[in-house]
Every structure is written in structure tokens, then in C-alpha cells.
């Protein structure tokens, strides 16, 4: 019973005076788009830092592709359930305490999975981090949706999907380094012991809903926008690594520079967003423009925004009789199919049909990662921009993908730097459709069911995670490299087809 309340979402509090709650509300907003980010990106660090170092670690344990193969299924599986079950937990949990407890718990994976070297042991410990990592995405979206009304949804939720680019980059870049320097095992402690250092952040830096701290709901507010500061700190991002990479260059030998490079970043990241976040215009209440509802409209709006729902309603009526959701489910399945089939074998698929190194395979995933840092900011502002079609916007985006995996089809042997180039392309395009998928989980839901809608949207990804996971490996040993591109293209094309159904669909009002 103690547990459960630790869980339990803050309780509301009487309303600030109004100057107050206008004064407060720029610099939490921010805060909380810190702090899930933040959080967000070392969830990658202890999930997917076994791809990186899948290779290396089947030869000393004699694992061939399909045992890795089945460790990824598995994980995949206990994913797309923790998605869905955690998400609908996390719609009736306080994402202060819930969101540090799965990443604690994936930690504790991590030390064990490196400690192991048994087969069943390894299968069991990523399965029950698959699960446990479920509860990361969910309590984001819990904050966000609460600390952002829809019509800016697109541009934040862009914005901060970059978190799974910079996480999925960094982790690709540092456990290749550590794998190299004190073998593969060391790829799994050091992510732990920084996720542990970072639950305890964000147990100090998150916060539940606008009402928990007195501050009335955001759809009361005027509407108000964080687009110029996040502008400035991607330029700042950028800026210094601009400084700091030529100096690396200058000072380190060249297999020192990747994880010198991810090293830095873990700084230059968090250290960012405080900066920016205490720029005075960043703590100014300065509403950029009026709703135009009407106060009956406005009321019913806020009613409806603010009603906690049932766990009947939250999984029944909001999702499982939702036609809408169960279309963006179906596409994401295919999205995902796409995402993580070079996610998961890119890097291997580099080093055995491309003859890249360990450092090679892993700068590809940070090329595949990084190359969707701008992109996902855009289009998510474009989505905005469109009256938040973001189906229309998502089948868009596959087009180029479906171009470039014709181009790795079709290009001769060697290449390895083409190669590269194009899984940057797949990135760049791919995940705006990762973000406005789930994004779409709030667009056509009620707030207080947004965790269980796209605990049920990612639900259906990482069951084409898993299906490709479970599939790929052994394709690839059967019938080569070139099977398991074609493969990918096919999800491109269904992908592209399931979308088109979801062309005209705007979120609800």
C-alpha cells in the first residue's frame, strides 16, 4: 500500500494569485521539457547499448545471430508490453517518482546483464529491461501534454524526440569506446552507474501537473511558446561542439576521439539547457497570441482536459474503441520495423558486408541518430503549421526512406562511407514518424489518457521491433544482406499504404 502511494499523482493544491502562476509557469515549463529530456536520453543508455556491442559479445560467449536475435524478440516483446501497461499505470502515477523507479530498475539490468555470462540469464535480464523501460516514454508524455496545449504540441514534442537521437547516438559512440578499451561487459556498467546518477536528477527536477504546484491548467493560458529558446539552445549545442571537436582533434589520438567527444556531451547537453533556461526572456510571462474559444467552449474544453478517467476508460474508450489510434498503431508498426532494423543490425551489417571496425559500425548509429536532430524539429513545427496532420506529414517523410533503401539495394559492393550517408538519410526521415505517431496519442485522446494511448501506439512498434528482431537475424544468415534490405523497403512500402488512411485526420478539438 506504501508503494502505491509513493506512485500516487501529487494532489492538487488552491491556485496561486494569477501573477504568481504567471510568473512561475514560463520557468517550469521549461524545467520539465529539461528534465524529461534529460531523462529520456539516458533511458537509451542502458537500452540499447547491447546492439552496439552484440558482435563482440556473441564471440566470446558463442552466441551466433540467431541467439542474438532472440534476446532482441524477447526484449522487443517485454517492451511493447511495458509500453502499454506501464503507460496506463503512469496515466494515475506522479512521473516524479515513476520515471526515475523504471530507470533505477533498468540500471540494476545492466549491472547484471554484464556480470552474466549465461544464455537464459542474459535473455531474462534484457527482457525484464525491456519491460522496465517502459516506463520512460509514458510519464514524459504525461508532462508534456500537461505543460503544452496542442497547438504548440508538434514544435515540442519535435524538439524534444531529439532526446532518442542524441541518447541513441551517444550510447552507440560510448560503448563502442568502452567495449574497445575494457571489453564488452564495461559497455553495460558504466551506462548503468550514469543512469542511477540521473534518477536521482530527476527526482529532484520533475514535477506532476500545472494544479499539483497551484498553477491552473495550461489550456487557461494564453497561448505561449518556447520555440525562440529552443532555437538558441540547439545553436549553443551545436556551437560548442563546434569549440570543443577541433580541440579533440588537436589533442587526442583518433580512437580516443568518439568517446571523448560522447564523454563531453554528457556534460555540454545538461549544462545547455540550465543556460538558456535562466536567460531572463525564458522567465518572462509572454503570451504570444489569444485562444479564440468562447468561455462556454473554453469551460467544456477544461472540464474535459482535467476529468480523471477510470482504467476502464482510459483503455477501453479511449484507446480500444478508438479507430484513429488503432490506424496510427498499425502504421507505427511498420515505422518501427524500419527504425530498428538498422538500429538493431546496421552496425553488424557495416562490419561483416562492409568491413567496418567496431568504431565505424558504432559512429554509424550516431550518424543514423544524429541526422534527425534538425529534422524532427521541423517537421514537428511543420505538423503545427499543417493544423496538426501529422498522418499526412509521417507518409511524407517514408517516401525519401523508401528512395534510400532502393539506393543500398542497388549500390555495389564496398561503399562503406555511401552507406553511412544513406542510414543518415533513413534517420533524418524516419523519426518525425517515430514523434508524431505518438504524438498523435495525445492529439485524439484525452491528456489523462495520453500514457495509455501511446503506450498502446508504441505497444504496436515494438511489435515490429520484435518481428524484425526475431526475423532479421536469421534472414541475414540464410539469405545474406540484400534479403534483409529488401525486407525493409517492403515495411517502407506498407508503412506508406497503412498512412495514407490517416491523410485528412486533425486532432480533435
Known amino acids: ?137 509514458p510519464p514524459c508524455g504525461r508532462s508534456l501534454g500537461h505543460w503544452y496545449s496542442k497547438e504548440e504540441r508538434g514544435t515540442v514534442f519535435g524538439f524534444w524526440n531529439i532526446a532518442h537521437n542524441i541518447g541513441g547516438g551517444l550510447i552507440g559512440v560510448l560503448a563502442a569506446a568502452c567495449a574497445a578499451h575494457w571489453g564488452w561487459r564495461s559497455a553495460f556498467y558504466v551506462p548503468g552507474i550514469i543512469a542511477v546518477i540521473v534518477a536521482f536528477y530527476l527526482m529532484y527536477r520533475l514535477r506532476d501537473t500545472p494544479q499539483s504546484l497551484g498553477i491552473r491548467p495550461i489550456e487557461e493560458f494564453p497561448l505561449l511558446s518556447n520555440q525562440l529558446y529552443l532555437v538558441i539552445l540547439i545553436a549553443a549545442i551545436l556551437g560548442i561542439n563546434a569549440v570543443v571537436i577541433p580541440l579533440c582533434v588537436a589533442l587526442l589520438r583518433p580512437e580516443d576521439l568518439p568517446a571523448a567527444i560522447s564523454i563531453l556531451n554528457l556534460f555540454i547537453v545538461p549544462a545547455a539547457f540550465w543556460v538558456v533556461g535562466v536567460l531572463r526572456g525564458n522567465r518572462t510571462y509572454n503570451p504570444v497570441g489569444e485562444r479564440q474559444k468562447s468561455q462556454a467552449v473554453e469551460a467544456a474544453a477544461h472540464e474535459s482536459h482535467e476529468q480523471e478517467l477510470s482504467f476502464k476508460k482510459l483503455l477501453v474508450d479511449q484507446v480500444l474503441k478508438n479507430r484513429i489510434i488503432w490506424t496510427f498503431a498499425l502504421a507505427n508498426f511498420f515505422v518501427y520495423i524500419v527504425r530498428y532494423s538498422l538500429v538493431d543490425w546496421g552496425p553488424t551489417y557495416l562490419k561483416e558486408a562492409k568491413n567496418a571496425t567496431i568504431q565505424s559500425g558504432g559512429i554509424s548509429t550516431f550518424v543514423f541518430e544524429g541526422s534527425a536532430i534538425v529534422s524532427t524539429l521541423l517537421i514537428g513545427w511543420i505538423s503545427d503549421k499543417a493544423d496538426g496532420r501529422r498522418g499526412m506529414v509521417s507518409l511524407l517523410c517514408m517516401i525519401p526512406i523508401l528512395a534510400a533503401m532502393g539506393g543500398m539495394i542497388l549500390m555495389p559492393p564496398g561503399y562503406l562511407w555511401a552507406h553511412i550517408a544513406l542510414f543518415g538519410v533513413v534517420g533524418f526521415f524516419v523519426y518525425p514518424p517515430v514523434m508524431l505517431l505518438g504524438v498523435a496519442g495525445l492529439d485524439f485522446t484525452s491528456k489523462k489518457a495520453v500514457g495509455a494511448a501511446a503506450g498502446f501506439i508504441g505497444f504496436w512498434g515494438y511489435l515490429g521491433k520484435a518481428f524484425q528482431s526475431g526475423i532479421l537475424g536469421r534472414l541475414a544468415e540464410g539469405s545474406g544482406w540484400t534479403a534483409v534490405l529488401v525486407f525493409i523497403a517492403v515495411a517502407v512500402a506498407l508503412s506508406i499504404a497503412t498512412l495514407a488512411f490517416t491523410w485528412k485526420l486533425k486532432p480533435q478539438e
Open 1 to 137: 500500500m506504501q508503494l502505491l502511494q509513493f506512485f500516487q499523482p501529487a494532489p492538487h493544491r488552491p491556485l496561486l494569485p494569477t501573477g504568481e502562476q504567471n510568473q512561475r509557469i514560463p520557468g517550469l515549463r521549461w524545467q520539465i521539457l529539461e528534465a524529461t529530456f534529460i531523462g529520456y536520453t539516458f533511458y537509451y543508455f542502458t537500452r540499447t547499448n547491447f546492439q552496439i556491442v552484440a558482435k563482440e559479445a556473441g564471440a566470446e560467449l558463442a552466441y551466433d545471430k540467431g541467439d542474438i536475435g532472440i534476446i532482441l524478440m524477447v526484449t522487443s516483446l517485454a517492451y511493447a508490453l511495458g509500453k502499454f501497461v506501464l503507460g496506463a499505470l503512469s496515466d494515475k502515477s506522479n512521473p516524479r517518482m515513476f520515471m526515475p523507479a523504471g530507470l533505477l530498475l533498468s540500471a540494476g539490468c545492466n549491472f547484471a546483464f554484464g556480470a552474466s555470462s549465461n544464455f537464459w540469464v542474459h535473455v531474462v535480464l534484457w527482457t525484464l529491461n525491456g519491460f522496465v523501460q517502459g516506463a520512460g516514454w
